[in-house]
């Protein structure tokens, strides 16, 4: 069955440094999320993408994130200037279409010290 | 504000002690409702959606329900396996999908 998968599975970054998380959605799949988990708190959605645009952002998704499809397979999520609050699980989700559901990948737990 | 509040935060059972799990939500417009099983260290792995009140949806043996107000997670004759956290996820009229915190099931032998 094919799967999301997301690299590195861990990532330890220090203050101030750019990180860029990588992600390869399901191949026919039309719709890519970034999500993140907190240690102990809820999933929460930072950005949606669709038709080589961001479609929906939250709050979370200041102008230290981007996100990139820089080919007809990746997705990434740059996080330019990290702070120690940017500690995390991140999750990416890809679905096929309007009515599907999201498929996850095993997250990259981003440590930043 | 769009929120999803699930409950109880945490269930322990014994194998085969039938339960139910809650997932409240208010949302504008709500497009699909959506339960999903995380185990540690893993991202979350899709189980149903539900789209109108008064749908149901099986698999083996959990059942969802869906009301204009809230979800139910029926878990019938648990198994050890089974064991994991429950998430339940809304999207609203936008593309965008909020999450609840999630039931801790744990089956006990």
Known sequence: ???????????????????ILRCVPISNHLYF???RQ????????????YNNEISEKSEIFDDQFSVERPDGSNFTLKIRSTKLEDSAMYFCA???????????????????? | EDQVTQSPEAL???????SSLNCSYTVSGLRGLFW?????????EFLFTLYSAGEEK??????ATLTKKESFLHITAPKP???????????ASRNQFYFGTGTSLTVIP
């Open chain 2, 12 to 18: 322990r059972l014994q194998e085969g002690e039938s």
């Open chain 1, 94 to 113: 890809s679905r096929a279409s309007e009515g599907q559901p999201q498929h996850f990948g095993d997250g990259t737990r981003l440590s930043i010290l």
């Open chain 2, 81 to 91: 396996e089974d064991s994991a956290t429950y998430l339940c996820a809304v999207q």
């Open chain 2, 36 to 44: 999903y099983r995380q185990d540690p260290g893993k991202g979350p």
């Open chain 2, 58 to 63: 099986e698999k083996e043996r959990l059942k």
């Open chain 1, 38 to 49: 907190i240690l102990g708190q809820k999933v929460e959605f930072l950005v949606s993408f």
């Open chain 1, 33 to 35: 999320y970034w999500y």
């Open chain 1, 1 to 19: 069955e094919p799967e999301v998968t997301q690299t590195p599975s861990h990532q330890v970054t220090q203050m101030g440094q750019e990180v």
